[in-house]
């Protein structure tokens, strides 16, 4: 059997050419979740029959000259708290209204339909995509492809590791403090956080008003970009979506002229991974041979972001969940009832100064952006840790420390695009992944350093084993 493309741009051009099929490739999709998904919790709803369907239908467009786009015919995967009018959305939760967006579509996920893809499913997150599992509700724990004992990262879990595992080609995820460029870094897949405001977030069940953000999780960067050009530009249903489409850049590999700006503070604590250091200066050389000048620079108002980010998703969540939580406390999550907990702490001072700071933090690092292209850093510190080393006393799952190990919550403070590309492995074969910023709706250049770097690399394209059941 002909071997399938692991890409997304790869299974477009494969289409085009005709030596493979959509159906073959939702076959394929649905085949791998068959094998794993049973191990790692990936889905939390499957649209196997509706997803054959849509393939068959994408095929015989193809065969009659209508071409949507290099997303025709790709199965996705669609995190579960965005809406979609053939399943209902959860958010992981006893909670969400079963009614809520029924028979809907979120713009983003009506932006991929419009432009060909096969969705086959709702994959798995965090409840309302904070927090951690908890064991005690009916709900997947999602796992790691790359050694099930280990954490997939959220909370856009499902679709990091359905990407890794081949259950789609590419799918959505959201960021508030790091939830797509977490799943993206421990599963070892590419993650692009786009710029606030780039990508309609209505149709997704909020976490933090004036945090989140949808994006792609693929193979590569360029994949990245072509799901990008699908689901950026305004819509009316979002007061904060700017009128700002996407066109993905020349991907020439070329990075002659760019300068980027290698950040090591704060980025190497105490923990980190003993390969991380050999790891990342490696990544940083084949920028440096693709035409990069690299410098060294810190990031501005470092630790006041992380807690703006804090401040203002425990605050904003709290907003929205403040009803439900007092009249069916025991339903939600345990870890979603510490963030949600959290917010109630903070004075309205506390909340406005947040605002407050993060608006100089922006002019910052605006400001440093006028004499750096990029900015490169270590996404994650280690490599996904283990569920038992995540479990508490009371057997309760708690990342708290864990998260002086994380790097993306600064990012979403300040509203600037980041992708994360996988980078290499830990001794112990969990993937370590390259952290790239770049101005605000400066996807492009951010894009073109990641193809670049990915040009001169296969990281993204190592696999882990398929995760299969244990024999009864």
Known sequence: MTELPQTLTGAAEALRQGTVTSVRLTEAAIAAADASDAVLGTYLA???????????????????????????????????????????????????????????????????????????????TMEF??????????FPIPRNPWNPDTWPG???????????????????GT?????????????????????????????????????????????????CAAVLEV?????????????????????DGDLTGLRIGVVREHHFPQGSDPALEGVFDAAVAVLTARGATVVEVTLPYWQEM?????????????????????GRWNDYFVATRAMLALGAQVSGADY?????VRRVAQDAIGRLFSTVDVIACPAISVGAPSYESLTGPEGQIDVAGLFQLIHTPYWDSVGNPVLVVPMGFTAGGLPLSLQLAGPAFGEA??????????QSTDWHLRVPAPALPAAA
């Not at 995509?129 to 009916?138: F, L, N, Q, R």
């Not at 799943?183 to 990508?199: E, K, Y």
């Not at 689901?231 to 991907?251: K, M, T, Y």
């Not at 406005?352 to 407050?356: H, L, S, T």
């Open 46 to 124: 499957r649209f196997d029959e509706y997803a054959l369907e849509r393939a068959a239908a994408a095929d015989a467009e193809l065969a009659q000259g209508v071409d949507r786009g290099p997303l025709h015919g790709i199965p996705f995967g669609v995190k579960d708290i965005l809406a979609m009018a053939e399943g209902p959305t959860t958010a992981q939760s006893l909670v969400l209204d079963r009614a809520w967006g029924a028979g809907k579509d979120a713009p983003s996920v009506a932006r991929l339909k419009a432009a060909g893809a096969v969705i086959t499913g709702k994959t798995t």
């Open 445 to 454: 250049v951010l894009l073109r350093t990641g193809d670049a770097f990915q």
């Open 306 to 326: 992380i807690t703006a980010d804090m401040i203002t998703m425990g605050c904003e969540a709290l907003a929205y969940h403040r009803t439900d939580l007092s």
């Open 175 to 223: 960021d508030t403090a790091g939830s797509i460029r977490i799943p993206a870094a421990f599963c070892g897949v590419s993650g692009l956080m786009p710029t606030f405001g780039r990508v309609p977030k209505s149709g997704c069940v909020p976490l933090g008003y004036s945090l989140d953000h949808v994006g792609p999780l693929a193979r590569s960067a360029r994949d």
């Open 231 to 251: 689901i950026a530009g305004p819509h009316a249903s979002d007061p904060d979506c700017v009128d700002a489409p996407f066109s993905a850049p020349e991907f």
């Open 129 to 138: 995509a904070v927090g951690m599992p908890d064991p005690a509700k009916p």
């Open 352 to 356: 406005v100064q947040a605002q407050r």
């Open 154 to 172: 959220g909370s856009s879990s499902g679709t990091g590791s359905g990407v890794a595992a081949g259950m789609f080609l590419a799918g959505l």
